[in-house]
């Protein structure tokens, strides 16, 4: 995906880049050891236990294999002492691509899990692409979907050579050879041997262009609950994140920006900054003011002491409320016409009951665990980065671009990443660019590490757009839902970005997924948009449009549907028909696990919505009460299924939905970004409240059995949940929350 580097410069948000994407790295044999003392430099690792395997002893590989190791291809490594090693091109901040994928190569291996290992892939695009992106990323939940065939080829592969070296050095065929748990084996002559014993001659055959795959009935390893291999390390400290790390001779940079969405720095009074100890340099930046110093704190306490005046001339200084009130303008009128179907405008005015309602969805923060942050170590020849990169390509091409490098001369080390949910996938690289940036200004040569407070996080970053919806609709005498239409306001995530060049006629499929092809057999629909500009920067969060979406379309029908009398999960299959076996069938299975019908425990309601996003489908089901703070639902009880096709790790899924619920159910209850005069005033987890462990719901997961293609499982738990503890809460209470998150709509 060129247009990614032709079209746009990540370094400065402004000009068209020439940095070449397609960077060709050069073999590396050197393995450094991220395990810990004693490791050292070495090619064959012993196994922590025999029961299973752990990612914290294994090592990194740039894009190249050490003396002796068998690398039949991009992805897979395999050591004289028989470990394998899968190269992983997505970084792991927690939703399970070390492991999803590791057992994808592991099944056509035929290897033994405990045999196993995953490490990241270094940056290149040409080697490491998302099949879906055409750059080297994660997002969009597609780790295990796009790569499924790929990483299962990538281990057919490297069996059929394996097997094949072991068939010339027994003299016997290939097919009477078979594979077990790691062992190679030809009953008739009694052979074994392990992939270490046959590695080497392995390595000097030629790889298959299409390797055999297995069928569904033959998996052995996929479907099962497999430990994950970074529980190990993150249990005992061993894992590595962009917060731990440190380069000798460091410097730590924090960068006031500007207090405002498009304001600039008019001037500045470094004097009292350059009085902290430990404060080495303050320069001015592109994105605001940057402090150098020896350590985090003294950094923190010159940016503290900073005086700077800023031109809010061409900022955004409107408050949320009129913002709000601008989009309410637009909302009240047609926009552009994605979705017509019938004449839902005649068909309002025909008589029968009708509702028109009118939501609006605040901004909101991602506010990962671990703030962003990003190190870079320069030298004359080129840039070494460490960082939990969700985009490696784009990254890595900011900061080739600002540091005057070609992409290829920049390493990206890719580490653990103490969640994202969206945040590390800015199309305009802002934190590699900020950073590259702060190396760039100053004039000694060393190390930089950029380093996000929890402020800078939640005040300073990018956010799940601001939306307003409104909806009309009609039921005739019979309860039947007779039209539909459906107004979205937002801004869009992909105009004025790379991406949007994957816009279609203009329309960004972020802002009307999940709306547009609403799958329930109305005879009259029509859904419109307004795309508005402002200086807010958005940015997809965890489900992306589905967040809104979702909610406002199953609120809406169930509210339809309460008007006409029928049953939420009963009327909801009628309309899905058979045009939508999928969706249906996640229905049916979480009414049965929730016991739909059955008797409610008093003072509590029930509440269902089904959704689809990023190819799955889920329906969920709340269980809810009036908890003791005002206008906020307890939700006690949630049951969920999904239907993503082959489950690849059902542990790793059900655990994806959980987070997913916990993530939304925070969310749609307590959370929201608020402008006051264009500056924000949440500013950390005191005011931008998220769920509590003691809140979190009991939570029981069904997955439907498939034997279609993987799909996304990281973002398709969240939309649903919102939905559904509205539509209880409106069962238990009469009251319809249209204006999130219900803490605001209580107030």
């Not at 050197?30 to 064959?44: N, Q, R, Y």
């Not at 479907?223 to 917060?243: I, N, Q, R, V």
């Not at 899924?653 to 929201?672: M, R």
């Not at 439907?704 to 969240?718: D, L, N, R």
Request: a negative charge; one cysteine or more; glycine letters at 10%.
């Amino acid at each position: 995906m060129q247009f990614l580097f032709d079209k746009y410069d990540p370094a400065n948000s402004q000009s068209a880049s020439e940095a070449d994407a397609r960077g060709d790295f050069s073999r590396r044999t050197i393995l450094k050891s991220i395990a810990g003392a004693g490791a050292g430099l070495v090619i064959g690792l012993h196994l922590p236990t025999a029961a299973k395997a752990q990612s914290g002893a294994a090592a990194v590989f740039q894009d190249g294999a050490a003396e002796g190791m068998f690398a039949p291809n991009a992805f897979v490594r395999i050591a004289p002492d028989s470990t394998v090693t899968v190269l992983i091109k997505h970084i792991e901040f927690g939703q399970g691509p070390f492991t999803g994928l590791t057992t994808l190569v592991a099944e056509e291996l035929d290897a033994d899990w405990a045999q196993m290992r995953a490490q990241s892939a270094p940056a290149n695009n040409e080697l490491y692409k998302n099949l879906k992106f055409g750059v080297q990323g994660t997002g969009g939940s597609t780790a295990i979907a796009n790569s499924y065939l790929q990483m299962r080829k990538a281990g057919a592969a490297a069996r059929h050579m394996l097997v094949e070296a072991a068939s010339k050095a027994w003299g016997v065929p290939a097919d009477e050879i078979t594979v077990k748990k790691g062992v190679i084996a030809h009953e008739g002559k009694g052979k074994t041997a392990s992939f270490g014993d046959v590695a080497e001659a392995a390595s000097k055959l030629t790889p298959p262009q299409d390797p055999f795959l297995k069928e569904p009935s033959e998996f052995v390893l996929i479907g099962t609950d497999l430990p994950k291999l970074d529980t190990k390390a993150k249990s005992t400290g061993m894992a590595e994140f962009t917060m731990d790390k440190t380069r000798p001779n460091m410097l730590t940079v924090l960068i006031q920006r500007p207090p405002v969405f498009g304001g600039k720095l008019k001037s500045m009074d470094d004097a009292e900054t350059r009085k902290v100890k430990g404060v080495v340099d303050v320069k001015e930046v592109p994105h605001g003011v940057a402090v150098y110093a020896e350590g985090f704190w003294a950094a923190k306490k010159g940016r503290d002491a900073l005086k700077l005046e800023w031109d809010e001339s061409e900022a955004e200084t409107r408050s949320t409320a009129e913002i709000v009130d601008d989009f309410k303008k637009s909302a009240a009128t047609t926009g552009r016409v994605i979705t017509n179907e019938g004449d839902a405008e005649k068909a309002l005015s025909g008589g029968g009951k009708t509702i028109e309602a009118e939501y609006v969805f605040p901004y909101l923060a991602h506010a990962p665990m671990e703030p962003e942050d990003f190190l870079i170590e320069a030298t004359e020849d080129g840039a070494t980065c460490w960082a939990g990169s969700q985009f490696q390509t784009m990254d890595q091409g900011a900061v080739a671009k600002t540091l005057g490098f070609r992409p290829e001369e920049v390493t990206v080390n890719t580490l653990f990443a103490g969640g994202s949910f969206g945040r590390r996938a800015t199309p305009v690289a802002d934190i590699a660019s900020e950073c590259a940036s702060a190396v760039k200004a100053i004039d000694a040569k060393r190390p930089v590490k950029l380093v996000f407070t929890r402020e800078d996080d939640i005040s300073a970053g990018f956010y799940r757009p601001l939306n307003v919806h409104r909806l009309k609709g009609s039921v005739d005498a019979d309860g039947n839902i007779t039209a539909w239409d459906h107004v979205l306001v937002g801004q869009s995530i992909m105009k004025g970005t790379p991406f949007e060049a994957m816009m279609k006629d203009g329309v960004d499929p972020t802002m009307v997924e999940g709306a547009s092809d609403l799958p329930y057999a109305i005879p009259n629909k029509r859904i419109s948009f307004h795309m508005k500009t402002l200086k807010v920067p958005p940015l997809w969060w965890r489900s992306v449009g589905h967040t809104h979406t979702a909610y406002s379309t199953e609120t809406f029908l169930d509210e339809l549907l309460a008007m006409g009398g029928k049953d939420p999960v009963a009327e909801r299959l009628r309309l899905l028909g058979d045009k939508h076996p999928r969706y249906a069938g996640v229905l049916k299975a979480v009414s049965e696990l929730a016991d739909w019908g059955s008797q409610v425990p008093e003072g509590r309601a029930r509440g269902v919505a089904v959704h689809k996003s990023f190819e799955s489908y889920v329906a969920t089901i709340a269980e809810v009460s009036e908890s003791d703070e005002k206008g906020i639902p307890r939700v006690h009880k949630v049951w969920s299924a999904i239907d993503c096709g082959v489950a690849v790790n059902p542990n790793i899924i059900k655990a994806q939905i959980e987070g997913g619920i916990g993530y939304g159910l925070g969310h749609i209850l307590f959370a929201g970004i608020n402008l006051d005069k264009g500056r924000v005033v949440e500013q950390n987890f005191d005011t931008y409240r998220s769920l509590r462990i003691n809140e979190m719901p009991d939570v029981q997961v069904k997955i439907i059995k498939s034997a279609e293609a993987p799909t996304g499982v990281g973002e398709p738990g969240v939309p649903p949940i919102g939905p559904a503890v509205a539509n209880a809460w409106a069962k238990l209470t009469g009251k319809r929350v249209r204006n999130l998150p219900f803490a605001t709509d209580a107030a």
